[in-house]
């Protein structure tokens, strides 16, 4: 018992960890896997973003070289020509974020402005002896890309022309410098391409669908540490806090492109799948917990139900048969005790009313009438004691006497009984016989059954009454006949209907008529020897319908298992 008593809680705490466990692995993974997916789209726009910066980075330094190999390739005196017409070409349509370019050529002063375009609208650029020469950063980077003969960057720096400006719009800017080389190798000068850091990254990204990303790009190339040059989109607060950083070519500078979301990375449902996952796991544990603690309590208690209704009902068979036991005892007993004091009774009973009957017949005329009645009452007196004792002698010969199997012809029984009935009763009844069957019985026995059954309906009538009997039978699927007796007689409540079969019973309507209680007993005994039934049903329009089972004996409805049941009886 201890043991059940646990197993329900140990098994709901088993799927409770289980279910717990699952929800942790399952909620791990969601995150997890959430995680990815955001790393991922994150990865997808910064490289998107590192794709336009580097393409407006190729576009910037492909023109700057494109108009260094115009200024190279050309002659001299037609040089300055093809590069202003080139210059011509350029505006902020075709390079934005550009501030201006500018074709420098080598002097006794070191640097003269040959000539130059404004890009960005902005006021002419100034050249020949109006220009005042290019500030410390540029210079360096002429000299770097002159010696190199390669494309040089300036450090980032504020661009003269912008030094007069205050505050967010100074930008930090950078010079793209070409060196310009003739055919024959003479070097003729330098192409400067002025470029806002600013204006450079709005132009960049503002021309894709960038929006979902802030982006910061920083010159990494001095030793000194990182310097700002621009930002995007940097009013609209981080929606994650995830940041990829990507390095961008740029000449021989080093630049960085440090990119975070702008839009969430991920859906709401995306976002909160994990923890909905969570509850719900946790909800569906606890529930299936709950709900096999109350499944096994249930069972358990149903079990513990069931095994002390099987005690109970054990304990009640065996107060049954120890009743039967009893009950089989009692009426071993009296069935003794019928026999022994029929016996007994038997003949000085009939040895009394022999000689009541001699001293009438003898006395008689001597006597007077008082003495004449005395006679005539232990006369009768006696009878009715012979009748008892027959009515005991018939109940215990009912259930020993052995079966004598024949075929009987029913309906020559009824007439038998129904003429001796008719010839001693004091009213003339009505007796009908329908068809009656040849049925396999003991003849004795079973006139006996019939003689109790119409002697009953033709008696309990009322006073003043004719008996009114039908006698009829019918037939079932399996052999049985059903022989009824049916009369109009006084009646016996539903209530009464299993009791009148008991011995000595008799009902409160039967008060005042002859009878000792053992007729119906006695048909119940002797239809049970048949393997038959016997009861009462009340009959419609008054009286009662008594009724009996016995199988057919003919060879024509017997089976193999009737064969065997006529065996038995036999």
């Given at each position: 018992?201890?043991?059940?008593?646990?197993r329900?809680?140990?098994?709901a705490?088993?799927?409770?960890a289980?279910g717990?466990?699952?929800?942790?692995?399952?909620?791990?993974?969601?995150?997890?896997?959430?995680n990815?997916?955001?790393?991922?789209?994150?990865?997808?726009?910064?490289?998107?973003?590192?794709a336009?910066?580097?393409?407006?980075?190729?576009?910037?330094?492909?023109?700057?070289q494109?108009?260094a190999?115009?200024?190279?390739?050309?002659?001299?005196?037609?040089?300055?020509?093809?590069?202003?017409?080139?210059?011509?070409?350029?505006?902020?349509?075709t390079l934005?974020?550009?501030?201006?370019?500018?074709?420098?050529?080598p002097?006794?002063?070191?640097?003269?402005?040959?000539a130059?375009?404004?890009?960005?609208g902005?006021a002419?650029?100034?050249?020949?002896?109006?220009?005042?020469?290019?500030?410390?950063?540029?210079?360096?980077?002429?000299?770097?890309s002159?010696?190199?003969?390669?494309?040089?960057i300036?450090?980032?720096?504020?661009?003269p022309h912008?030094?007069?400006?205050?505050?967010?719009?100074?930008?930090?800017?950078?010079v793209?410098v070409?060196?310009?080389?003739?055919?024959?190798?003479e070097f003729?000068?330098?192409v400067?391409?002025?470029l806002?850091?600013?204006?450079?990254?709005?132009e960049?990204?503002?021309?894709?669908?960038?929006?979902?990303?802030?982006?910061?790009l920083?010159?990494?190339?001095?030793?000194?540490?990182?310097?700002?040059?621009?930002?995007w989109?940097?009013d609209t607060?981080p929606?994650?806090?995830e940041?990829?950083?990507?390095p961008?070519?740029?000449?021989q500078?080093e630049?960085?492109?440090?990119?975070?979301?702008?839009?969430p990375?991920l859906?709401?449902p995306?976002?909160?799948?994990?923890?909905?996952?969570?509850?719900c796991?946790?909800?569906?544990?606890?529930?299936?917990?709950?709900?096999?603690?109350?499944?096994i309590?249930?069972?358990e208690?149903?079990?513990g139900?069931?095994?002390?209704?099987v005690?109970?009902?054990?304990?009640?068979?065996?107060?049954l048969?120890?009743?039967?036991?009893?009950l089989?005892?009692?009426?071993?007993e009296?069935?003794?005790?019928?026999?022994?004091?029929?016996?007994?009774?038997?003949?000085p009973?009939?040895?009394?009313?022999?000689?009541?009957?001699?001293?009438?017949?003898?006395?008689?005329?001597?006597?007077d009438?008082?003495?004449?009645?005395?006679?005539?009452?232990?006369?009768?007196s006696?009878?009715?004691?012979?009748?008892?004792?027959?009515e005991l002698?018939?109940?215990?010969?009912?259930s020993?006497?052995?079966?004598?199997?024949?075929?009987?012809?029913?309906?020559?029984?009824?007439?038998e009984v129904?003429?001796a009935?008719v010839?001693?009763?004091?009213?003339?009844?009505?007796i009908?016989?329908?068809?009656?069957?040849?049925?396999?019985a003991d003849?004795?026995?079973?006139?006996?059954?019939?003689?109790?059954?119409?002697?009953?309906?033709?008696t309990?009538?009322r006073?003043?009454?004719?008996?009114?009997?039908?006698?009829?039978?019918?037939?079932?699927a399996?052999?049985?006949?059903?022989?009824e007796?049916a009369?109009?007689?006084?009646?016996?409540p539903?209530e009464?209907?299993?009791?009148v079969?008991?011995?000595?019973?008799?009902?409160?309507?039967?008060?005042?008529?002859p009878?000792?209680?053992?007729?119906?007993?006695?048909?119940?005994?002797?239809?049970?020897?048949?393997?038959?039934?016997?009861?009462?049903?009340?009959?419609?329009?008054?009286?009662s319908?008594?009724w009996?089972?016995?199988f057919d004996?003919r060879?024509?409805?017997?089976?193999?298992?009737?064969?065997?049941?006529?065996?038995?009886?036999?």
């Amino acid at each position: 018992m201890r043991g059940r008593t646990w197993r329900g809680p140990a098994l709901a705490s088993t799927v409770l960890a289980l279910g717990l466990a699952a929800t942790g692995v399952g909620t791990v993974a969601l995150h997890s896997a959430a995680n990815d997916y955001a790393d991922a789209a994150l990865r997808v726009r910064a490289n998107a973003t590192q794709a336009a910066v580097t393409a407006a980075v190729t576009r910037y330094t492909t023109t700057a070289q494109n108009l260094a190999t115009i200024a190279g390739s050309t002659p001299a005196d037609s040089a300055l020509t093809d590069v202003e017409a080139g210059l011509a070409r350029l505006s902020r349509s075709t390079l934005p974020g550009a501030h201006d370019v500018r074709l420098v050529a080598p002097s006794a002063d070191r640097f003269t402005a040959v000539a130059g375009r404004p890009v960005d609208g902005s006021a002419p650029v100034p050249a020949g002896p109006d220009w005042s020469g290019p500030p410390p950063e540029i210079a360096a980077a002429m000299d770097t890309s002159r010696d190199s003969g390669q494309l040089a960057i300036s450090p980032p720096h504020v661009l003269p022309h912008d030094r007069a400006l205050a505050g967010a719009r100074q930008q930090l800017s950078f010079v793209i410098v070409a060196p310009v080389r003739a055919t024959d190798g003479e070097f003729r000068g330098w192409v400067l391409f002025s470029l806002r850091g600013g204006d450079f990254l709005n132009e960049a990204l503002g021309a894709g669908a960038h929006a979902a990303v802030t982006a910061r790009l920083a010159d990494v190339s001095d030793p000194a540490g990182p310097v700002d040059i621009a930002s995007w989109n940097t009013d609209t607060p981080p929606a994650d806090p995830e940041t990829v950083t990507l390095p961008v070519a740029f000449g021989q500078r080093e630049l960085l492109l440090t990119v975070r979301p702008g839009t969430p990375l991920l859906t709401e449902p995306q976002r909160h799948a994990d923890t909905v996952v969570l509850g719900c796991g946790l909800l569906l544990s606890v529930a299936m917990a709950f709900l096999i603690l109350v499944l096994i309590t249930a069972q358990e208690r149903a079990a513990g139900t069931a095994r002390r209704a099987v005690a109970d009902r054990r304990a009640d068979a065996d107060q049954l048969r120890l009743a039967q036991a009893e009950l089989r005892e009692r009426e071993a007993e009296l069935a003794g005790f019928s026999a022994l004091a029929a016996d007994k009774l038997q003949t000085p009973l009939t040895n009394v009313a022999s000689y009541a009957d001699l001293l009438l017949e003898e006395a008689g005329p001597h006597l007077d009438t008082t003495s004449q009645g005395f006679l005539e009452h232990i006369g009768r007196s006696t009878q009715r004691m012979l009748h008892v004792v027959d009515e005991l002698l018939a109940y215990s010969m009912a259930s020993e006497a052995p079966l004598r199997l024949e075929p009987v012809d029913l309906a020559q029984v009824a007439a038998e009984v129904v003429a001796a009935h008719v010839a001693v009763s004091p009213t003339m009844p009505s007796i009908d016989i329908g068809a009656l069957p040849v049925v396999t019985a003991d003849a004795t026995l079973l006139r006996q059954l019939l003689d109790h059954l119409v002697g009953n309906a033709v008696t309990y009538v009322r006073h003043g009454t004719a008996p009114r009997v039908t006698i009829g039978a019918r037939q079932d699927a399996n052999g049985w006949w059903r022989i009824e007796v049916a009369d109009r007689g006084i009646g016996i409540p539903a209530e009464h209907h299993k009791r009148v079969f008991a011995p000595f019973y008799r009902t409160p309507a039967a008060t005042g008529y002859p009878g000792t209680g053992l007729g119906l007993a006695t048909c119940q005994r002797i239809a049970g020897l048949h393997g038959g039934q016997v009861g009462v049903e009340s009959n419609l329009g008054g009286g009662s319908v008594f009724w009996f089972t016995v199988f057919d004996g003919r060879s024509d409805h017997q089976s193999g298992e009737h064969a065997a049941f006529l065996a038995h009886l036999a």
